[in-house]
């Protein structure tokens, strides 16, 4: 998951710094400098700043989010077929 926050304070014509000043010390300056360093790129996530950085944009949690990579699909695994001339010259065991 990406935090979509660069494009969240472009669109919203706002600064790291006035994003933390509106939240009203609900991010910090270093969080809010933090989050916009990193590109949205984080691991885990503060439910109370997650609502400041809502309130201050006025999106929903879903607007501020996107999935990044799909996980790859299990694929099963298919047996190998033995080809019969290969079979015949003595190519295969």
Known sequence: MRLRLPESLDAANLTAYALAKQSGERISLSIAYRLCRLKGRLE?????????????????PGELFERESV???RRSVVPAVKSSKAAARGRVR
């Open 71 to 73: 996980r790859p699909t």
């Open 44 to 60: 885990s996530f503060d439910a109370a700043a997650l609502d400041a950085l809502c309130d201050v944009l006025g999106v929903t």
